[in-house]
């Protein structure tokens, strides 16, 4: 008779998600450490899309470098002492082409009516969405946008009341090219 023994497969750089995107970038980390745990001592066995990986203890690493780009699922199964097996568990890595996102966020503008640099606003490569946040140097928000495509004209608020030249800070968020949120803060300093 077989019984069913738990245990846990814990990720410990995704803070228990089940699963994992991988960039082929220059300087992403592609090497990775696999760790699960049981109450029990016994043999550990990992695979790759059914392929056999490592008959050995709790933790396996793998440099997903050697993967061309796809869907892999990584799983571990464990017999205990007494010949007992618990259900396998599963864990999804996915391997994607490098598509980096990039922010340039201006740290100065003119808003002085030339048609020239007469707004702010982020410069996007590769991000799904996002909003910014302006804020004065007393922590007050005086602009804010849903739309990293439109501008800041320096105003306060929908108002229309123009802000004084100085130096503001700036919050973006947004979600990168393959779905992550990211954030990035700043400032800008405005002169007409």
């Not at 077989?2 to 803070?15: G, R």
């Not at 001592?41 to 993967?67: A, H, K, P, R």
């Not at 590769?126 to 800041?152: A, H, K």
Request: net charge negative.
């Amino acid at each position: 008779m077989k019984l069913l023994l738990t245990f846990i497969l814990s990720l410990i750089f995704l803070f228990g998600n089940s699963q994992q995107i991988i960039q082929l970038c220059e300087f992403e980390k592609k090497e990775f450490t696999y760790t699960t745990y049981s109450q029990e001592s016994g043999l550990f066995t990992w695979d790759i899309n059914g392929e056999f990986l490592s008959e050995s203890g709790n933790n396996v690493t793998i440099n997903w470098v050697n993967y061309p780009t796809g869907n892999y699922t990584l799983t571990v199964y464990f017999e205990n002492l007494s010949g007992c097996y618990s259900e396998p568990v599963t864990f999804n890595v996915f391997i994607v082409e490098c598509r980096e996102s990039f922010i340039y966020a201006p740290n100065a503008f003119t808003p002085d009516g030339d048609t020239y640099n007469d707004e702010w606003k982020p410069i996007t490569f590769n991000v799904e969405s996002g909003n910014y946040i302006i804020f004065n140097r007393w922590g007050e928000v005086i602009y804010e946008s849903y739309n990293l495509d439109v501008g800041w004209p320096g105003t306060y608020g929908l108002s229309g009341q123009i802000v004084k030249d100085g130096v503001y800070v700036y919050v973006i968020e947004y979600l990168n090219a393959i779905g992550l949120k990211e954030k990035m803060v700043g400032h800008i300093t405005l002169l007409r």
